[in-house]
């Protein structure tokens, strides 16, 4: 079926539940629980007021760690993800509910089932974000303990998917169960599914990763990517390098949609949403979170230095277990000569620096400003919409739904109202093949 577009792109909106993190703005005195269901509804309802595509939890398994102690700076004690989405169910009726589950520590037969139950629950608005890990720190928390290389993460998490796709399709849209057999590298499973075919047919694919194994995997596997890129430059090479890659797996442009993960500071002026965002930022980034950042660049103790004061003079500690729970940056001594640098030119301490170097605030400005700036994304194919990432819970996205959600819809590239029932109908992404042989595609 073809897909009939509108005059002008359309952008897709989510929201991100603040997760595991050091950016949550703590003593904003707005800043609620991070585990109460009031501030999971609230935002969830404020999304949906928005007429957003979709709600998503993050999720960690274990506690994450510094210098040997549970890391007090982030968020912990944090519900389970599919839990809390179908209590949301009951309190929502169009926004999308995306959880967050680790395909190394579950198993397909269980996660399918519960992942068809949130979409029956829901009326067909369940997600599914695939993560991977492999890491023994995480693996303590299982039975399998890290046993899993880092090089079959992918390949168990395809063959993840997969099984669970078998799983759902083994029951016909009008209501027969079939058995199902699965022989693979990772998995030996056979019988019959007890959940019938929910509402969208397979729950939406979400996946987050940035290196080529993940981008590949996105490009076979997924129905959105979760991505990292804040600029324009950046996005428009990440979107034509996986946008490029489905032709290979038979799919269409408009069968993944890319929305990086950003935060927005509005102001009533462009001087004043600056001055609001390096506040923010100031926040966020107290004298502790500072030198925790450095530690986790240069794998080592810094709590000697002061986050006022200049950088150190040495270089950073290859293959340091520091922290765990949380991956380093790739090239650390790279990254610690760009931050000197950065220092050095602008004459500014290691909490400036930072700041400076980690500034999360994707879009600041004025509405009308921050409202063209998304359109400017999506029409030059940097993002097919975005993922607010707000600092503060939960009221962090009222004022985005409130000023900048209007404007949107005033240029005639957002919905006004939501045109269909399902996640896979607000996305416009096709419904799955099915044993039948036969795709369609809804379009919201």
Do not use: C
């Not at 981008?215 to 034509?240: N, S």
């Not at 170097?357 to 700036?373: C, D, K, L, Y």
């Amino acid at each position: 079926m073809t897909v009939r577009r509108p005059s002008r792109r359309q952008i897709h909106l989510a929201a991100h539940f603040p997760g595991v993190n050091s950016t949550t703005v703590w003593a904003d005195p707005r800043s609620k629980s991070q585990i109460g269901f009031s501030s999971f509804e609230h935002l969830a309802r404020t999304a949906e007021r928005g007429r957003f595509d979709f709600f998503f939890l993050a999720e960690g398994l274990r506690l994450r760690e510094h210098k040997g102690r549970i890391h007090d700076l982030d968020v912990v004690g944090r519900p389970e993800s599919l839990t809390v989405l179908n209590a949301l169910a009951a309190v929502t009726s169009r926004i999308g509910l995306a959880a967050t589950v680790n395909a190394t520590f579950n198993e397909p037969y269980e996660l399918a089932r519960r992942l068809a139950t949130l979409d029956h629950l829901s009326g067909g608005r369940a997600a599914w974000n695939v993560v991977t890990s492999s890491d023994a720190f995480t693996g303590e928390n299982f039975r399998r303990g890290g046993y899993l290389d880092r090089a079959d993460r992918y390949t168990r998490a395809a063959e993840f998917v997969d099984v669970a796709r078998e799983l759902w399709d083994s029951w016909t849209p009008d209501g027969v169960s079939r058995p199902f057999a699965h022989r693979g590298q990772h998995f030996d499973i056979a019988g019959e599914f007890t959940v019938p075919r929910s509402p969208q047919g397979h729950p939406v694919v979400i996946q987050a990763g940035d290196s080529g194994e993940g981008r590949e995997f996105a490009a076979r596997t997924a129905d959105v990517i979760f991505t990292r890129h804040g600029t324009l430059e950046d996005g428009r090479a990440f979107y034509a390098d996986v946008k490029g890659r489905l032709a290979k797996y038979g799919r269409g442009a408009d069968d993944l949609k890319i929305m990086p993960g950003v935060s927005v500071v509005l102001g009533d002026t462009a001087a004043e949403a600056q001055e609001r965002a390096a506040e923010i930022r100031r926040q966020q980034v107290s004298p502790q979170n500072a030198i925790l950042a450095l530690e986790q660049i240069w794998g080592t103790d810094l709590s000697a230095y002061d986050p006022d004061g200049p950088f150190p003079d040495i270089d950073p500690v290859p293959e340091s277990s520091i922290t765990q729970g949380r991956t380093r940056r790739g090239d650390t001594v790279a990254m610690a000569e760009k931050w000197r640098a950065l220092s050095r030119e602008k004459g500014l301490s290691i909490r400036q620096t930072v700041i400076e170097a980690s500034g999360r605030q994707s879009f600041i400005g004025t509405p009308e400003a921050v409202a063209a700036e998304l359109e400017t994304f999506v029409r030059q194919d940097a993002a097919d919409g975005f993922v607010l990432v707000p600092h503060l819970t939960p009221g962090g996205l009222d004022e985005f739904v409130d000023r900048v959600v209007p404007l949107l819809q005033e240029r005639g590239v957002f919905r006004t109202e939501y045109r269909g029932t399902t996640l896979r109908s607000h996305l416009g992404l096709p419904d799955p093949e099915g044993r039948e042989g036969v795709t369609t595609r809804r379009q919201d």
